[in-house]
């Protein structure tokens, strides 16, 4: 059923990390293909699916879907194995109700504004809004609230029943959490924080690249870097975890890397070659 499924989207995107890491929780694959929804020629590959020029794009044979929370319902329809959509009423509403709400108030404070501006224009060398931020901290904290109180409750995210609700607001979490100013605003939230640290491991959010299919159709660029060495990962706001010898994760990017020597990595000089430069691209 699952076998034409095909992903276009873009690495740094992080509703394509939804659906990324809703693939690999329902076991399915899918041929990744990676474009720039941000760049300054728009991708006629993107134009013929979509008019509004977004990523994630999926396509199961002739059907095209657009749209990340029709994608997740439509993924869990056709997935091989327990639904995540939960049938009790209170835990079904309150599912959607965080779906919406991560879409609605919480993606543009917690990625456009504050991830964009507090990790992800420091990392590129490209100057930050600084406004943006300031709004983007002003806007997340009632979004943070309402998802606590949410938490809190208990129907969802509650760290046990992993429902579309966790994949929708997870990948969002991780981008504001590598904000210092984002990671700190959680604190202030303990239920969300504690529904935070039970998901934030889950191999689908660590380990994209573990959907095998779901890589470039064309292998991405060697990382002949453009980074400057001397900067260590972390002053860039990165995270990386080796994971053996020569492999290195990039938890933001999503990707893996090999090396032949283990110490460095640099991974993030593919951005300049998407042709990145006109707007926000988170
Ligand atoms: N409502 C869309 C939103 C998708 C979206 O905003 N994608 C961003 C990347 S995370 C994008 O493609 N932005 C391009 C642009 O704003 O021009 C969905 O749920 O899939």
């Known amino acids: 059923m699952a076998e034409g499924l095909t992903l ?8 394509t990390r939804i659906v990324r890491a809703a693939l690999i929780e329902m076991g399915l694959e899918a041929t990744y293909h990676e474009l720039n ?38 993924l869990d329809a056709i997935g091989p194995g327990l639904s995540l959509v939960p049938t009790v009423p209170h835990q079904m509403a309150r599912m959607a109700q965080v779906v919406a709400i991560t879409d609605f108030y919480g993606y543009v404070p917690l990625v456009r504004q504050v991830f964009a501006n507090a990790v992800f224009a420091p990392m590129m060398d490209e100057p930050l809004d600084q406004s943006a931020l300031s709004e983007g901290l002003i806007n997340a904290r009632p979004v943070l609230q309402s998802l606590n109180a949410i938490a809190a409750e208990g129907h969802q995210l509650n760290g046990i029943d992993i429902t579309l609700a966790d994949l929708h607001l997870a990948p969002m ?18 239920d969300l924080q504690r529904w935070w640290q039970g998901v934030a491991d889950r191999p689908s959010l660590l380990q994209p690249t573990l959907l095998q299919a779901a890589r470039p159709a064309a292998p991405l660029p060697a990382p002949a870097c453009t980074v400057r060495h001397s900067k260590t990962c972390s002053q860039r706001g ?18 893996t890397h090999q090396r032949s020597r283990p110490a460095f990595v640099g991974c993030l000089v593919v951005s300049a070659r998407h042709g990145a430069r006109s707007k926000g691209r988170v």
């Open 238 to 255: 990165l995270t990386h975890v080796r994971r053996s010898e020569n492999t290195c994760f990039n938890r933001l990017a999503g990707t």
């Open 8 to 15: 276009i989207g873009y690495r740094y995107s992080v509703y």
């Open 37 to 74: 929804p941000f760049a300054a020629t728009p991708d006629p590959l993107l134009s013929e699916h979509t008019p509004f020029g977004r990523v994630p794009v999926l396509r199961d044979k002739d059907f095209t879907l657009t749209e990340t929370s029709a994608i997740l319902r439509y």
């Open 173 to 190: 979490m991780a981008y504001f959490t590598m904000a210092q100013q984002g990671a700190s605003m959680l604190a202030a939230f303990p």
